[in-house]
C-alpha cells in the first residue's frame, strides 16, 4: 500500500523526529568562516562513533545471526530509499572484490531501482508495495537476511522490505537513526542509532549517513571474518582483477607466511590467482589441488584447513 498521509500529518511528524530536530544555535552558520564551519561540521562527526558504541551488543547479535544463515548459503539483502539505499548499494557492490563473493550473496536494493542511485525517484520511497515487488525478484528464503535502512525509521519502502521479509521467514534488521522507530519494531534486530540533530536540518546525509555507514561495514565486514573470509587481519579472499589488487595478493600471501618472491609467485601461479590456496600451499606444503580440496573440506576457513594437517 502506498502512504497516503496528508502532508500537514506528516510535517507533524517529522517536527517530532531527532534527525529532522530545527538547532537555533546553529542558524547563522552561513556567516561563519569557512574554517569555523569546517570545525563545526568534524565536531558533529567526532560524535557519530559513540552512537554507534552505545548500540555495539544489538549490532553483534545481529551480526552472528546473518552469520548463520549466510554459512548456510543465505543471502544479505539491504533494501533503503535515497542515501540510505545508495549505502546499501554500496556496502553491496564491495563484497566481490575484497570477499570474493558471488554478487547475489549480499545484494542492495534502493527505492526506485538502479536509476534512483543517481536521481531523485518520485514517489518510490513512499511504496511498501515497491519493497515487497522488488524483494519477490529475489525468490526469499528464510535463510536469508534482510536490513531496512532509514534515517528516520519510518520510510515505507524500508518498512515494508522488512514486513514482507519477516513474513517470508527471513532474518530481518531495522537500522534507524531515531529512537521508538517503526522501521526498528518491525524487526528481529532492531538498531537506532541515535546521533541527534543534523548541522543542516533535515540533512541525513550528514551525521545519519555516517552512523549507517559504519554499522553496514560492521554487518558485512564481520559477518566475513565470522565466515572464514580473512585470516587474522588479511584480507585472503580478495579478488585479483587488476593489477593493485594482483600486487596486494602477493603482499597478503608475503604477510601471511614470509614466503620469498619467487616461492609465492609460484604458488599463487599453482592456485590459478587464489590467495587462500597459495597460503596453504605454501604453510602446509602441499599442492594446488590438495589445497582447495583441503579448503572445501573445511568450509573455506583457512585456519581450519591448516589446523587439519598439523
Not at 541527534?196 to 571474518?225: C, D, F, H, Y
Amino acid at each position: 500500500m502506498t502512504s497516503t498521509s496528508h502532508p500537514r500529518d506528516l510535517r507533524t511528524e517529522l517536527e517530532s523526529l531527532t534527525t529532522e530536530a530545527f538547532r537555533p544555535e546553529l542558524a547563522d552558520i552561513d556567516r561563519l568562516p569557512t574554517l569555523d564551519i569546517a570545525r563545526l561540521m568534524n565536531g558533529e562527526d567526532a560524535t557519530v562513533a559513540g552512537a554507534v558504541a552505545a548500540r555495539l551488543p544489538q549490532i553483534a547479535a545481529a551480526i552472528d545471526a546473518v552469520a548463520e544463515r549466510m554459512a548456510r548459503r543465505g543471502r544479505l539483502v539491504y533494501a533503503g530509499a535515497g542515501t540510505a539505499g545508495r549505502l546499501g548499494i554500496l556496502d553491496a557492490s564491495e563484497c566481490p572484490p575484497t570477499f570474493n563473493t558471488d554478487p547475489s550473496r549480499v545484494v542492495g536494493l534502493i527505492a526506485g531501482g538502479p536509476d534512483a542511485v543517481v536521481t531523485s525517484v518520485e514517489g518510490a520511497e513512499d511504496s511498501r508495495d515497491l519493497a515487497r515487488a522488488d524483494l519477490n525478484t529475489l525468490a526469499l528464503t528464510p535463510d536469508d537476511t534482510v536490513v531496512g535502512i532509514s534515517a528516520s525509521g519510518r520510510t515505507p519502502y524500508a518498512i515494508g522490505a522488512v514486513e514482507h521479509a519477516r513474513a517470508r521467514g527471513c532474518l530481518t534488521i531495522g537500522l534507524a537513526c531515531n529512537p521508538g522507530s517503526p522501521l526498528a519494531a518491525a524487526a528481529d534486530h532492531g538498531i537506532e542509532i541515535v546521533v541527534g540533530p543534523e548541522l543542516l536540518t533535515g540533512s541525513t546525509r550528514l551525521k545519519s549517513g555516517t552512523a549507517q555507514k559504519l554499522v553496514l561495514n560492521m554487518l558485512s565486514t564481520i559477518t566475513m571474518i565470522r565466515l572464514g573470509k580473512t585470516y587474522g587481519n588479511l584480507m585472503v579472499d580478495v579478488r585479483a582483477s587488476n593489477d593493485k589488487l594482483r600486487a596486494r595478493s602477493h603482499r597478503i600471501v608475503a604477510l601471511a607466511t614470509g614466503a620469498g618472491d619467487k616461492e609465492i609467485e609460484e604458488a599463487l601461479t599453482a592456485t590459478d590467482g587464489e590467495v587462500k590456496n597459495a597460503i596453504l600451499t605454501i604453510l602446509a606444503e602441499v599442492d594446488g589441488p590438495t589445497a582447495a580440496r583441503l579448503l572445501e573440506e573445511s568450509g573455506g576457513h583457512l585456519r581450519a584447513a591448516l589446523a587439519s594437517v598439523g
